[in-house]
């Protein structure tokens, strides 16, 4: 199986081009050995190109335990750059699919160790079981601020206020204004994200993002991922931050957001129901995996 390594904002990936080559066979046993970062090439994603009849291309992620990712923001940028670098799209202005989205690429910079592409993430979802989740919604609809309780011992606080909703996958947003140390970095990530991610409240589990608001257009960002644990970046998680400052009114609709791996530009455009999402996209290597 050859695959491309590579990553946007530190968050890397197993690309697998199957345009022209067949589906690999037992997908969770192999995806599960590829991102062993131990024993294998060491990922926080796999992921397939495949044909599609209705865009350019389908993009089709899997966490590293194997399970499937509706959308990941950082995956579909590689994706972009693999289909420009192969020549597989002509134009700098594409589609690619992504489970039920269909997401618009602008490569506004490229090179062939890195690019810099905008990808339109689409509209937020809000409904409870849109995301899904089990919380409940507010007169108007929306997921926010609600008091989640943590299982006893999880940590040193014994619930925490977090805001809900989709960007094609689940996301869970905790302002670190509202946890006894404001600054991300001391944010209890490692314990409070799995219970979230877990949480019955959550039946497909969630993404978990923690959030410090700089300023109104600057947000610092760190990730429990479903699946992967925290990772160094987020796209998708990126996303969903923005909308969420905007619906607490933390922040601006144009916002800088640093993560622990780079930065992400994220523009909310919330007449149109559009988040774009701009960042980098980078080639690490090429390499084969047995069959």
């Known amino acids: ?22 589906t690999p066979a037992d997908l969770e046993p192999l995806i599960r050995a590829v991102c062993d970062r131990r024993r294998g090439v060491g990922a926080d994603g796999f992921v397939l190109i495949l044909p599609d009849e209705t865009a350019d291309a389908e993009m089709r992620m899997y966490n590293p335990d194997g399970s499937f990712a509706a959308m990941c923001g950082n995956a579909v940028r590689c994706v972009a750059k693999h289909l420009r670098d192969t020549r597989r799209v002509d134009s700098r202005e594409f589609v690619i699919r992504s489970a039920n989205r269909r997401v618009p690429i602008r490569v506004l910079q490229e090179s062939a160790e890195q690019s810099r592409i905008e990808a339109n993430l ?82 497909e589990r969630t993404n978990v993002e923690f959030i410090e608001v700089v300023a109104r257009g600057h947000l610092r960002q760190r990730t429990w991922e479903r699946g992967a644990g925290e990772t160094l970046a987020c796209g998708s998680g990126a996303c969903a931050a923005a909308v969420a400052a905007v619906m607490t009114d933390r922040a601006d609709r144009l916002v800088t957001i640093e993560l622990r791996g780079g930065t992400l530009e994220v523009h909310y455009r919330e007449d149109e129901g559009q988040v774009l999402m701009t960042g980098d996209a980078v080639t690490v290597f090429e390499g084969s995996w047995p069959e």
């Open 1 to 22: 199986m050859r695959f491309t390594k590579m990553h946007g904002t530190a968050n890397d990936y197993v690309v697998v081009d199957c345009l022209a080559a067949s």
């Open 122 to 203: 689409g509209s937020p979802r809000f409904a409870p079981n849109e995301i899904p989740t089990t919380l409940p919604a507010g007169a108007d609809g929306l997921v926010r601020q609600v008091s989640l309780a943590l299982p006893p011992g999880t940590a040193s606080i014994e619930a925490v206020k977090v805001t809900c909703l989709s960007m094609g996958n689940p996301h869970c947003v905790v302002f670190t204004d509202t946890l006894p140390d404001r600054s991300v970095d001391h944010a209890e990530v490692l314990r409070i994200g799995p219970a979230i991610e877990t949480a019955s409240v959550f039946p």
